[in-house]
């Protein structure tokens, strides 16, 4: 009787825990999902509560698809490689219906003249483009889209998106893509927290989403909120005919979908699905930057195949870049790392492509007299490449009697010292070393993820710093304990920790990121690897005199002699000097490996420059050419053979490319060409 009761009890407990599980996995789905939640925040605690209370009791009952196990890994020290079950491909792109138009007729020129040809247009999510592994109904492996043929695994950062089910009732091998996003909202919250932590906030959605799927401790991906959804499935035809009907099947199964695709018959109905969707699109609470239009047939898009380049069958419709209009309600006038003065418009705050813009790039002078800009005019501001905010004009009909012409300031805005002109530049700069504001970018510099790579360290946490004359140069950063950190303002002794161990981590990096870190005039992140691969150690670049200089660079392909006599002077500058003794004096950078394979390889004898917005980080594709032989440049110049073009590339490399006759790819080119 007694071990009646007691399995009776068990089965009883295995029950209410199965209706736990079930009844927070329909919760997750409805909010993150559907973004239709049932329950309030106060009553999906208290379930999650009830889950946490019944497996501590009996941790028998816990299931590896337990929503408490969501984010249950310990953290990792890298990341790890996987090849995808097929590669990732990018898409052509458009932004005139005259080429989409083309795009119709060659698909129909490729077909069948009986053949009836219809297409699925979807929302071009602005995210981070990922592959989803089920096998046996269960989700076992994630990854990132890397250089379509290679990502990194990121399965257990993946599992803490709750929209995203682990288990489903599909048997069959199952490989999808999906989309990491993370909603504008959400995204609010996120940036208000590290605001408080004194972190810079994220620009935009995209940024957050894509930075955090490569995080190595899960537990900090899950606080960015993040939400996936699913465009693709490479087992298709097995579970439809289509690609609308698929989409709607995977949704049936719970996997999370943006419902919003449609099938249209033609141009017609597709130019006008394009125009809704334009025009709806800030009523989205995820950023998109158009549409894609696919064949929707997946027996006619099997045909149809592809180029070297490109699938046949599909095409990227991009929206134009959005504008708005808003008072300019001062001018500011920053100084940055190198001393270099840059107006700034202080806006009246607006909506623009999904984030609140107050202020914007004026440039310089000369950009402020052609645009007649002045305090208190109605402006037009646009996002060059989608990111950064520009004023691009002035409605001068509707400005206020006696509006006063606006000049730069003689003296720097921040130490009160007499700004300067080198030669022939526009720029006017501070000569002031000394300058708070500029040892504030300097060490924001320092500290960006393409040469120190300091986490924590944010902007507001840097301006303390420096007030408070605990930091003034970048060096100081290694000298930092608790004791001194205890003294700033919402800056509690975790907060301490994270950045004290972020600080002592950057210890190791190579030296290539410690010279481009410190910034030396006209020595970019390329150039850096060069200057390193030749010194080795800093101790040795130490040791250099002007004439070293000359001589151990001036036969560096690529390293100009205006780059060259640059490094001479920074090494033959006293406060430069002092600068990098006191960084070694604290064992700051290991020894670089020279690249000993950049001289053979596919590419060997070709040049390239990297632009745009890209699936991996650009080091890692400079790292790429580098191994497979080739070289790279900072930037298109004479002797520049291709430029390798992401999304959102600006004007001026396009230019410089077709003047200096760069071939312009893209990065499932480079990758071909890697591959030989």
Not at 184 to 199: A, H, P, Q
Not at 349 to 372: E, K, M, Y
Not at 570 to 591: H, P
Not at 610 to 623: F, K, M, N, S
Request: hydrophobic content about 40%.
């Amino acid at each position: 009787m007694i071990t009646g009761r007691q399995t009776m009890s068990d089965k009883t407990k295995g029950s209410r825990h199965s209706e736990l599980v079930r009844e927070i996995q329909y919760h997750d789905h409805r909010y993150y999902v559907l973004d239709d939640p049932e329950i309030s925040d106060f009553e999906y605690d208290r379930l999650y509560r009830s889950l946490v209370e019944l497996e501590t009791s009996h941790p028998e009952l816990v299931t590896a698809d337990s929503p408490t196990k969501r984010v249950g890994a310990t953290p990792r020290a890298d990341l790890v490689s996987v090849t995808h079950v097929a590669p990732m491909t990018s898409l052509d792109n458009t932004y005139s219906e005259s080429e989409l138009r083309d795009f119709i007729r060659r698909v129909k020129e490729n077909l069948a003249d009986d053949e009836v040809v219809r297409f699925c247009v979807e929302p071009k999510l602005d995210g981070a483009s990922v592959e989803l592994v089920y096998r046996q109904g269960r989700f076992v492996q994630g990854s990132t889209r890397g250089d379509g043929t290679t990502g990194e695994e990121i399965t257990e950062n993946l599992r803490t998106i709750r929209g995203l089910p682990l288990v489903i009732e599909h048997r069959d091998p199952l490989t999808l893509r999906a989309e990491a996003v993370i909603f504008r909202r959400d995204l609010e919250r996120v940036n208000e927290r590290r605001l408080l932590e004194g972190e810079q906030p994220f620009a935009n959605p995209r940024n957050a989403a894509s930075g955090g799927l490569r995080m190595l401790d899960p537990r900090e991906v899950a606080e960015r909120h993040l939400r996936l959804f699913v465009w693709q499935c490479l087992e298709g035809a097995s579970l439809a005919p289509s690609q609308a009907i698929v989409l709607d099947r995977l949704a049936a199964l719970g996997l999370p979908m943006h419902q919003r695709h449609k099938v249209c018959d033609g141009i017609d109905t597709i130019m006008e699905y394009l125009t809704s969707l334009d025009r709806s699109r800030r009523d989205l609470p995820f950023d998109i930057d158009g549409a894609v239009v696919k064949v929707d047939s997946f027996a006619q898009q099997g045909r149809l195949g592809k180029t070297a380049k490109f699938p046949r069958w599909a095409i990227a419709f991009k929206f134009a870049a959005e504008r708005a209009q808003t008072r300019l309600l001062d001018i500011a006038v920053q100084v940055g790392r190198t001393g270099v003065l840059t107006p700034v418009a202080v806006l009246e705050p607006v909506q623009l492509a999904g984030t609140v813009v107050s202020r914007a790039s004026l440039h310089n002078q000369q950009n402020i007299d052609s645009l007649d800009a002045r305090i208190g005019d109605l402006v037009s501001i646009e996002k060059a490449g989608e990111i950064i905010p520009q004023v691009i004009a002035v409605d001068t009909g509707s400005r206020f009697p006696g509006a006063a012409v606006f000049r730069m300031p003689d003296t720097c805005p921040s130490c009160g010292t007499t700004v300067v002109r080198r030669g022939e530049e526009v720029a006017l700069r501070c000569p002031n070393a000394r300058c708070p504001a500029v040892i504030r970018q300097s060490i924001l510099h320092f500290s960006r993820r393409f040469a120190m790579d300091i986490d924590h360290l944010g902007e507001s946490l840097i301006d303390q710093l420096v007030e408070r004359g605990l930091v003034a140069d970048v060096a100081d950063l290694y000298q930092l304990d608790m004791n001194a950190l205890k003294v700033l303002d919402r800056f509690g002794p975790k907060s301490a920790e994270n950045l004290l161990r972020a600080i002592a981590t950057s210890k190791e990096q190579p030296l290539e990121r410690l010279i481009t870190g410190v910034g030396i005039e006209l020595i970019g992140q390329v150039a850096s690897r060069q200057l390193a691969e030749v010194a080795i150690t800093l101790e040795n670049l130490l040791a250099w005199t002007a004439e070293d200089v000359q001589e151990k660079l001036g036969t560096i392909d690529g390293f100009g002699p205006k780059m060259v006599e640059a490094v001479a002077v920074f090494l033959t500058d006293e406060s430069k000097r002092n600068l990098l003794n006191k960084i070694a004096a604290q064992g700051v950078s290991r020894a670089q490996v020279a690249n000993q394979t950049q001289r053979t390889g596919p590419l060997s004898g070709k040049s390239f420059c990297v632009t745009g917005v890209l699936t991996r980080p650009r080091d890692e594709v400079h790292a790429a050419i580098l191994a497979a032989g080739g070289t790279v440049h900072d930037k298109v110049k004479k002797g520049t053979q291709f430029l390798v073009a992401g999304d959102k590339v600006g004007k001026s490399k396009l230019d410089a490319a077709k003047k200096n006759g760069a071939e312009i790819i893209d990065e499932a080119r480079l990758h071909a060409m890697i591959l030989g």
